[in-house]
């Protein structure tokens, strides 16, 4: 090829990348089960916490500084959703998950659910709000609860949403740094909430006719919880949760059931110190599995899907701290088989979601944050 031919090709590719022409991104990946390549759909995110797609196809995206983004279906390009509640940034808090209500998209049904931190008389508490989603603005908005008592500190919101498959709403409340609340049932702090869609109080949950307890607990003894998912495959809840230094846990939801903290962990002060001599005790629900040293938990799935059809029913779990994906895999006898998928290593992971086209995506915890997905090589 000519000097002059090859330098004009040079220029006009460059001129392409630049352009995004080529994009989206990709990285190949090898793995235990099927290979796959990662695509970059998405930058210049801040901060994005939680997604989830209409049924259009386009995504709704929470930003932790309080904005929420629709992207389209086709990522050619996003719009701002207006009327996003009034939230505290504070620390650890902000706008945190989102999830639509199971019958979106039937009859009038455009409900969209919203945690996030917020100010109150005290300092701050976690909430959760619903809205009818009219094209990219929020309307009619219900405050649906607000976890007591309120607090100054600014860690351990939780504010992980899921429903479950009879219509329960399920919220939860991180210890917000005062751990021996999570043992005390006339706080919502360090527990997971139960509600029906409209904010309603079930009349069955476990604790409603205990007075000393307040009614929305559904269990409790939880440190900071920012993984929760229904599998569809057992027919369980399933919870994960930030331990302090080791300890964080998987943990299989039962109404009323006590998971320990801080009484029992398998983690220990950050400076070093021992939190409990125990790991186990009489009354307290054992961790499925636990990561010593702490993964950082964030973002939960369940693979059901058919695009990588040998992980269905396996969860994925997005570690901050090691900035990758856990794909945990329950077994007959009772353990757990893990693999950590290959991953950038680039990127704190924030959250983990399985879509309609059964393909993976993720969200990363960055002031640049990207939407990557995980596409099969087939």
């Known amino acids: 090829m000519a000097p002059g031919l090859f330098l004009q090709l040079f220029c006009v590719v460059m001129i392409l990348l630049a352009a995004g022409i080529f994009a989206p991104k990709v990285l190949m990946a090898e793995s235990e089960g099927p290979a796959y390549r990662i695509e970059t759909l998405e930058e210049g995110l801040e901060y994005p916490w939680s997604l989830v797609q209409l049924p259009d196809g386009s995504l709704l995206i929470t930003e932790k500084p309080g904005r929420l983004l629709r992207l389209d279906a086709d990522f050619a390009g996003r719009d701002l959703v207006e009327g996003v509640p009034e939230l505290a940034g ?59 008592p309120c607090g100054g500190l600014t860690w351990h919101f939780g504010g992980r949403l899921a429903f479950d498959v009879n219509g329960y709403l399920f919220l939860t409340v991180g210890d ?28 069955d949950n476990p604790f409603t006719g205990d007075p000393g307890a307040l009614p929305e607990v559904y269990s409790y003894g939880h440190r900071n919880p920012q993984g929760l998912a229904w599998n569809p495959f057992d027919e369980k809840l399933w919870l994960h949760e930030h331990g302090p230094k080791g300890g964080d846990e998987l943990n299989r939801i039962r109404a009323g059931a006590n998971y320990g903290w801080p009484r029992v962990t398998h983690g220990r002060e950050y400076t070093g110190g021992i939190i ?5 005790a009489p009354g307290m629900e054992p961790p499925v599995q636990h990561w010593t040293p ?24 997005g570690a901050l701290k090691f900035r990758s994906v856990y794909r945990v895999q329950l077994q007959a006898e009772g353990g757990v088989h893990e693999q950590v998928l290959p991953e950038p290593k680039e990127h704190r992971i924030r959250d983990v979601r399985v879509l309609t086209d059964g393909l993976i995506y993720l969200l990363t915890d960055d002031s640049d944050g990207q939407l990557l997905r995980l596409v099969p090589n087939n």
């Open 90 to 148: 504070v620390g650890q808090g902000g706008l945190l998950d989102v999830v639509l209500h199971p019958e979106y998209g039937q009859a009038d049904n455009r409900w969209v659910y919203l945690s996030y931190s917020k100010s109150c008389s005290a300092g701050f508490t976690t909430a959760l709000s619903r809205y009818r989603l009219q094209g990219n603005r929020l309307e009619n908005g219900q405050l649906l609860f607000e976890a007591r």
């Open 294 to 317: 702490s993964i950082a938990p964030s973002g939960f799935a369940v693979y059901d899907g058919d695009s990588f059809s040998e992980w269905r029913g396996h969860f994925l779990v």
């Open 176 to 203: 917000r740094g005062e751990r021996e609340n999570a043992q005390k049932l006339d706080s919502h702090w360090g527990k997971l909430i139960r509600l029906h869609a409209d904010g309603r109080i079930p009349a």
């Open 276 to 280: 409990s001599e125990q790991t186990h």
